[in-house]
């Protein structure tokens, strides 16, 4: 079974970077997709970004040219940079990964198998 654990969450003002990682044990298989999504409280998980095996890479129009996804296959373990940071960027972060390749509905958690169980980001203004 593959198990994935996220880190790197905390508390930052307005404007500041946070970077989260999300370390899997287990074979995912050589195509995966992998993503992150987020929750805030009263609202529903809704995707953040998702990256392929080959290192293509999407992103919800709310974080673009703001975070960057990325992966690190030899590790086993997938980032998220987050510059510029607002307040509605609070809320519990969560890494997804899939056995197959990132297709259209990649943002939606449907498309996921695996599930970590979160960190959380906090951001003041």
């Known amino acids: 079974a593959v198990q994935l654990a996220e880190s790197g969450g905390g508390s930052v003002q307005a404007g500041g970077s946070l970077r989260l990682s999300c370390a899997a044990s287990?074979?995912?298989?050589?195509?995966?997709?992998m993503g992150w999504f987020r929750q805030a409280p009263g609202k529903e998980r809704e995707g953040v970004a998702h990256?392929?095996?080959?290192?293509?890479?999407n992103y919800a129009n709310s974080v673009k040219g703001r975070f960057t996804i990325s992966r690190d296959n030899a590790k086993n373990t997938l980032y998220l940079q987050m510059n510029s940071l607002k307040p509605e960027d609070t809320a519990m972060y969560y890494c997804a990964a899939s056995p197959y390749y990132c297709y259209s509905a990649s943002l939606h958690e449907y498309s996921y198998n695996y599930w970590g169980q979160g960190t959380q980001v906090t951001v003041s203004s």
């Open positions: 287990g074979s995912i298989g050589s195509r995966s997709c």
């Open positions: 990256i392929d095996s080959d290192g293509s890479t």
